[in-house]
Nanobody, 128 residues
Framework: QAQLTESGGGLVQPGGALRLVCTAS????????SGWFRQAPGKEREFVSA????????FYSDSVKGRFTISRDNAMNTVHLQMNSLKPEATAVYYC?????????????????????WGQGTQVTVSS
C-alpha cells in the first residue's frame, strides 16, 4: 500500500513562491504518473499539474501554466511543484496523487479517477 506525504506548504505573500514536495513510500516498482490537485474552501478539488513517470510529458491547468513547474526524482520517490508568482486565488489545500501510467491516465489525468493513491494535503495560503 503506497503512502504519499506532501510538504512545503505555508503562508506566502502575493507574488511569492513555494515549492511543494510529495514523497512516496511503500509501493513496489511500477511506472506511476503523478499529479497535483488543490481544493479551496467551498470548492471542488481541481487539477493543477501532472507528470509522467519518464518526465517526458508535463501537464498544467490554464490557471497555472507559465508560473508553476512540476518535476520528479524517481530515485528519491519525490515529485515537486514549484509555484511562482503566486496569487491569492491559489489559496487551497494541495494534494498529490499517483496512478498507473496507462491509457486512462493520458485520457483523464485532469480528473481524480486515474489516481490510486492520495496524500493528506498541505495548506497553501497566499495573503498579504
Amino acid at each position: 500500500q503506497a503512502q504519499l506525504t506532501e510538504s512545503g506548504g505555508g503562508l506566502v505573500q502575493p507574488g511569492g513562491a513555494l515549492r511543494l514536495v510529495c514523497t512516496a513510500s511503500g509501493r513496489g516498482f511500477s511506472r506511476y504518473a503523478s499529479g497535483w490537485f488543490r481544493q479551496a474552501p467551498g470548492k471542488e478539488r481541481e487539477f493543477v499539474s501532472a507528470i509522467t513517470w519518464s518526465r517526458a510529458r508535463q501537464f498544467y491547468s490554464d490557471s497555472v501554466k507559465g508560473r508553476f513547474t512540476i518535476s520528479r526524482d524517481n530515485a528519491m520517490n519525490t515529485v515537486h511543484l514549484q509555484m511562482n508568482s503566486l496569487k491569492p486565488e491559489a489559496t487551497a489545500v494541495y494534494y498529490c496523487g499517483e496512478g498507473r501510467e496507462n491509457s486512462d491516465f493520458y485520457s483523464y489525468y485532469r480528473r481524480e479517477g486515474p489516481y490510486e493513491y492520495w496524500g493528506q494535503g498541505t495548506q497553501v495560503t497566499v495573503s498579504s
